[in-house]
């Protein structure tokens, strides 16, 4: 598989939308791994290509947090970078995704799959991330409204549910003892997420201190 290709599936999988959302969100529950094998496998014709599957997830995602008012970036104080980056969360979000694929293909470079293939993988897993992070983060909040300490716990309470079902999905995907491709799938999750979050807390904090000088 090549990025070329990528690139002809998910234009082709945005312009031709046949197939059922429900039924890849359910199989992607259970055997996120099997999917992403089945796709650069070459046999696609059941699901939702997974670039299309992430554009449309990050998008419903980003009008989520835009009606409810849901704070993804915070700071001591605001200021104009995090407030682009609370408006622009996607940028955030697609991120995360090459930066799985690459943390996964440095960890496995002898094996069967190159970076696109690993793409295909990273972007199926974030786009259910996405969904369950927009349905119970951001839908528990709007609903239950709690206070900040309340909210914050939530959210670290359910952090671990990220790189634990990556782990599974690279359990499912990668050839080779189950629990050694977890544990890279569970690395690759904190390596994406570390760097993205320090990237946007570095970014906030700097714009904080250029705005008081």
């Not at 694929?101 to 696109?116: E, Q, T, V, W």
């Amino acid at each position: 598989m090549s990025l070329h290709e990528i690139g002809h599936e998910t234009l082709h999988a945005l312009l031709h939308v046949d197939r059922s959302a429900l039924s890849l969100i359910q199989a992607l529950a259970v055997r996120p791994g099997r999917v992403a094998l089945d796709y650069v496998s070459g046999r696609r014709k059941r699901y939702y290509g997974p670039f299309a599957f992430l554009v449309v997830c990050v998008a419903l995602s980003a009008a989520a947090i835009a009606i409810t008012g849901f704070a993804v970036v915070t700071a001591e104080r605001p200021n104009a970078i995090a407030d682009f980056l609370q408006h622009h969360v996607n940028l955030v979000w697609f991120t995360q995704v090459p930066l799985i694929a690459a943390a996964l293909r440095l960890m496995a470079p002898r094996g069967p799959f190159n970076y696109a293939e690993f793409l295909v993988l990273a972007s199926y897993a974030t786009g259910m991330h996405i969904l369950f992070y927009t349905a119970v983060d951001v839908g528990g909040w709007y609903v239950l409204r709690p206070g900040p300490e309340q909210a914050k716990a939530a959210y670290l309470a359910l952090w671990p549910v990220w790189p634990l079902y990556l782990g599974f999905a690279c359990a499912q995907f990668l050839p080779g003892a189950k629990a050694v491709s977890a544990i890279k799938g569970i690395l690759a999750a904190l390596i994406a997420y570390g760097v993205t979050q320090g990237a946007v807390f570095a970014v906030a904090n700097v714009g904080q201190l250029w705005q008081s000088h």
